[in-house]
Every structure is written in C-alpha cells, then in structure tokens.
C-alpha cells in the first residue's frame, strides 16, 4: 500500500487553476515499498531508451569555464560535438577542480551512452571523499552529456527519460528572514497579481537555529500574516533550514496546520532523521525535506522510514539527473511527491524543469526563487520566466538553452582530456 500524500493531491488542484489550498482528507501514512536490499549503485540498468544504445562516440574533453558562483562544463566528443551543463553553484571554483582532478577520468574515453555505469564508477571510486563536492562536480559532467545525448536524438531531455515539454506551474520561494512578515505579505501579493502565482514558500524560525527565531516573535506573526494577504486559494509552504527539535517543529507545524499550509520544509537538523520521522509522524501538514541529501541509501532509508512525505532532491548536489531520478522513482513507488530543491535560477532550475516535466509524481511546482541575483542574469538563453504562475519550458534539443557567449568568455577555464 501505498501513502498518496494529501498535499500531492491538494497541490495537483491548486495547480490546475481553481483549487482550494486546504485539501480533503489524507490518506493514513504507510511504509514505503522500498526494498531495504535494493541496491543504490550498480543496481539494474536505469530503464532509460538513449542509455541502452551505444553512440560509438568516445568522450574526448571535459572543460570548465567559472566565474562566481557559477561553472559551467563543455564536453566534447571524438566527433567534435558537443553538450553543455552545470556544476553545483557556490564555491564553483573548489568543485571545478574537483572535476578535473576526481571525475574528468570517469567520463573521458567512454561512450556517453555509458552514463549509468559512468556515473556510479565515479561515486564509487571517489568513496574516500564521499558525497558534496564530488556530487557537486559530478553534476556538470553529467548534465554536459545528457545536453549531448538529446541533440544527437534531436529531443529536450525530458522527452528523453518519458516527458515532453511543457509549462510547469512554480512556486515562488522567498530566500529571506530579514524580510519582516509586513514586507513579505505585500511582495507576495504583489508577485501573486503581477505573475499569476498559485504557490509560496516562506522562512520560519531561523537556519540552525537550536529553537530560536530571526527574531523574537517573526514567525508567529509571519505566518498569519502571509495566509490572510495572499488568501485562501493560494498554494503556501514554509521552510525551517534545520531550525527546531522535535517539540518546537511540532508547535509551529501546528501553528502551520491552522492557517493551511500544506509543506513544512527541513523542520529538524536534516542529519536528524529520527527527528525528523517524529515530526512528520505527528502532525498532518506534509513535511518535505532532502535537499542536502546525496546518498542513495541514506534516501532509501528516509523515504523507507518514512522521514519525509515529500521528497526534495536538488539535482545540482545530488550528481546529476540520473541519481535525482532515482530517488524520484524511490519516491513514486512509495507514493510521495517529489519538488526537486532549485533555489536559484541558473541551471539548477532548467535541470529541474526537465525533471518535473518526465516524473509521474511531480511535486507539482517548480520552486522558483523570487530574489534578486544579479549574477544568474544573461547566463543563457532563453531567459527562465514566469507567465499565469507557470514556467515555459523550451523545446529546443538537449536543455534547450544556450549559455552566453559572452558569460563564457570573461570566464576562467580548464580542461581535460584532448
Ligand atoms: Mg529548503
């Protein structure tokens, strides 16, 4: 049996246009159908069509061009193609170098058809050195060849793991807590009407904050605050960044419940899983959580638990769509929802567009970031936008966008291979 999660359900209304935030009746919660053996790596072929035919091309180069938060990755094959992705953002320059001195090996001389094996060679290879920034660097390897795979198939790469593209609906996610609940309320509304949103996010308590608020009182008055302007009709989560053990989670998921939210986001320090389970055991509101997550197991024993009935992985931390679609299809054998974790607009959030448009338990929304961050602006085209609440999805080949020639040429660049 499976745990079909109210908000799934609810958000799919809301989604669609006129639903009512507040949905009907959730279904009990169960444990998930995961088999605890089922291997995470290594396991059997992902039933994916492009990865079970070889291209006869081999890898040739691997190159990154960083600047700021942001690397992006070229890689070439013999035949001079050629596709485009993205390492992590933050700190790009240290994951750079983790590329090329880490996984650049893993990719060069093999066929881009191999990217399954490829992919869980690297992780385990790098298994002195788990998890972020060979994730984090792997991810650019990885997105670069599937930008390759679907301009050889002439497809978006969401048509190539079952989608097609298509318009998904976005949630605005607010990035601050120095916004005080007056100013949030008011830029919400104001987002609501110019953009057509059908969903927020808003910051409660504080990041790690041991039980502390940003300020004495702010998420009390927040919450209220942010259902009362936007009115019922509208979609609203809430993110506590690890903020609260399990009793202080509880009282603000509460507080959460009685004004219709529908996602409490990473209530508990994310490490805490049992914490976490507690919480999401106790209240009725969704709890949603996982964007730090990049292991495998560790998701197959969170979605086992359950910890979670949401699941939130960021594609950019977890080393690329393969892994991230994995965890997508943890989740939808467990009946859980999955709203991958992008919160900024660079690449991040065209990987998880592609994603929501090909997963049959998509969240429904997209989270998309509503601050200002001058250095995401002119890094590709077509340009991310909102348009009726819903983000248009290119068509074009591969990820369907084109990074700046010029963003490219004030980047700093390395490379392997030839
Ligand atoms: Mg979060």
Sequence with gaps: MTHSRRSFLGGLAVAGAAGCARPAERAPRSRASVPPSE??????????????????????????????????????????????????????????TVLHRKVAGHFIGRDPADLSDIVDRCIEAN??????????????????????????????????????????????????????????AARLVRLRDEKGYR??????????GRDEDQWPGRTETLVPAIR??????????????????????????????????????EPCPYWELEWTTQVAAALDVDVAGG????????????????????????????????????????????????VPHSANLAMVTVFSLHLLAAIPNAGPFLEYSIEDTPWTEGLFDP???????????????????????????AAETQRSGV
């Design 127 to 184: 298994y002195k050195y788990p998890w972020s920034f060979v994730c984090r660097a792997l991810t650019g390897a990885e997105t670069a060849a599937w930008d390759l795979l679907g301009k050889r198939a002439g497809k978006p790469v969401c048509e190539l793991i079952g989608g097609a593209a298509k318009p998904i609906p976005a949630y605005g996610s607010s990035m601050s807590r120095e916004i005080t609940p007056e100013d949030e």
């Design 228 to 265: 009362q302007a936007v009115g019922e009709g509208v979609s609203l989560k809430a993110d506590g960044n690890s903020c609260y053990t399990p009793p202080k989670a509880i009282e603000v998921g509460r507080l959460l419940e009685e004004h219709g939210y529908d996602h409490f986001e």
């Design 383 to 409: 340009a991310l936008r909102v348009v009726d609440g819903d983000v248009p999805m290119s068509t074009e080949p591969g990820w369907g966008v084109r990074v700046s020639p010029a963003w490219l040429d």
């Design 199 to 208: 969903a927020f996010k808003v910051r409660v308590g504080k990041v790690n």
């Design 291 to 338: 964007e730090q997550d990049n292991d495998l197991a560790q998701w197959r024993r969170m979605i086992a638990l359950p910890a979670v009935d949401i699941v939130q992985p960021d594609v950019c931390y977890m080393g690329g769509l393969l892994r991230t679609l994995r965890v997508a299809r943890m989740a939808e054998k467990a009946g859980m929802p999955c």
């Design 39 to 96: 291997p995470v790596i290594g396991g059997p072929p992902d039933p994916i069509p492009v990865l079970r035919e070889k291209t006869g091309l081999r890898i040739a180069s691997l190159e990154t061009f960083t600047r700021g938060h942001v690397s992006i990755v070229r890689l070439t094959t013999d035949d001079g193609s050629e596709g485009w992705g993205q390492i992590s953002t933050y700190d790009a320059d240290i994951s750079a």
